[in-house]
């Protein structure tokens, strides 16, 4: 195994950061790491905001119902960024306001900023730092707009703390590889996937009942099953359509 791959297998979320902000060639690092990710056909449909304005992390943290999104050595907002690509038809003249407004514009938008953000998370890692990705960004994006200024065919989609880790938590167990990697086409025994997903729940109760002294007894299928049984930020599709993405 190389240094790569044991960076890679040895993440976990970070959620405690030592007081202490990370310096702009450290910044420029990270991002110039995300800039190098695969991009769909060069079309690089992404921006990736820094926020080291402590009001804005303040506010941002309220939005999106996490601490130490105001607490942290820096903040990073990944955006699906299509606006740029409105402003390259204004100076070649060119009508691409139908293509704009596509289901598969908005996957290669999607697509390339979550690309540029494992980087980012690989990169940061890879320097010692620890990383947390925020989907609770996606709590309230109107609020999250107006902190970020953020115009038409630009979509928020999770932000991204970095720092120097103060506390470091046991690395969760993941599903079992064969569970995930099915060859030649995809498995659809239901016996076998389940009998997978119970020995995965032995683990996973195993890991809970260890990391908390035995007070926290879970699963991952029940877990899993309450997360899915309400749905939730069902506003996502307006605000989506509402910025021009996903329309057709």
């Given at each position: 195994?190389?240094?790569?791959i044991?960076?890679?297998?040895?993440?976990?979320?970070?959620?405690?950061y030592?007081?202490?902000p990370?310096?702009?060639?450290?910044?420029?690092?990270?991002?110039?790491?995300a800039q190098?990710a695969?991009?769909?056909s060069?079309?690089?449909?992404y921006?990736?905001?820094?926020?080291?304005?402590?009001?804005?992390?303040?506010?941002?943290?309220?939005l999106?119902?996490n601490?130490?999104?105001?607490?942290?050595?820096?903040?990073?907002?990944?955006?699906?960024?299509?606006?740029?690509?409105?402003l390259?038809?204004?100076?070649e003249?060119?009508?691409?306001?139908?293509?704009?407004?596509t289901?598969?514009?908005?996957?290669?938008?999607?697509?390339?900023?979550?690309?540029?953000?494992?980087?980012?998370?690989?990169?940061?890692?890879?320097?010692?730092l620890?990383?947390?990705?925020?989907?609770?960004?996606?709590?309230?994006?109107?609020?999250?707009?107006?902190?970020l200024?953020?115009?038409?065919?630009?979509?928020?989609?999770?932000?991204?703390?970095?720092?120097?880790?103060?506390?470091?938590?046991?690395?969760?167990?993941?599903?079992?590889?064969?569970?995930?990697?099915?060859?030649?086409?995809?498995?659809?025994d239901?016996?076998?996937?389940?009998?997978?997903?119970?020995?995965?729940?032995?683990?996973?109760?195993?890991?809970?009942?260890?990391?908390?002294?035995?007070?926290?007894?879970?699963?991952w299928?029940?877990?899993?099953?309450?997360?899915?049984?309400?749905?939730s930020?069902?506003?996502?599709?307006?605000?989506?359509?509402?910025?021009?993405f996903?329309k057709?």
């Amino acid at each position: 195994m190389n240094t790569i791959i044991e960076t890679i297998q040895n993440h976990r979320s970070i959620r405690h950061y030592e007081d202490r902000p990370l310096t702009d060639e450290q910044i420029k690092m990270i991002v110039e790491s995300a800039q190098a990710a695969a991009t769909s056909s060069f079309v690089q449909a992404y921006t990736i905001i820094g926020v080291k304005d402590p009001e804005k992390k303040k506010e941002l943290a309220l939005l999106s119902g996490n601490t130490h999104v105001e607490k942290n050595g820096h903040l990073l907002v990944f955006c699906a960024d299509l606006h740029r690509h409105e402003l390259v038809a204004e100076m070649e003249e060119v009508n691409v306001q139908q293509s704009l407004d596509t289901t598969e514009n908005f996957m290669i938008a999607l697509i390339d900023t979550a690309l540029a953000a494992q980087n980012a998370a690989v990169a940061a890692e890879s320097l010692g730092l620890g990383i947390c990705y925020i989907g609770g960004l996606r709590n309230n994006l109107d609020g999250v707009s107006k902190v970020l200024n953020i115009p038409k065919y630009v979509l928020p989609l999770f932000a991204m703390t970095i720092g120097y880790p103060s506390k470091i938590n046991d690395k969760k167990p993941r599903l079992p590889f064969e569970h995930i990697y099915h060859e030649d086409g995809y498995q659809t025994d239901s016996s076998i996937l389940k009998k997978q997903l119970g020995d995965y729940n032995k683990i996973i109760h195993d890991y809970y009942m260890e990391r908390t002294n035995g007070k926290r007894s879970d699963t991952w299928t029940k877990q899993m099953a309450l997360k899915f049984k309400e749905p939730s930020r069902t506003y996502m599709k307006e605000y989506v359509q509402k910025q021009g993405f996903n329309k057709k």
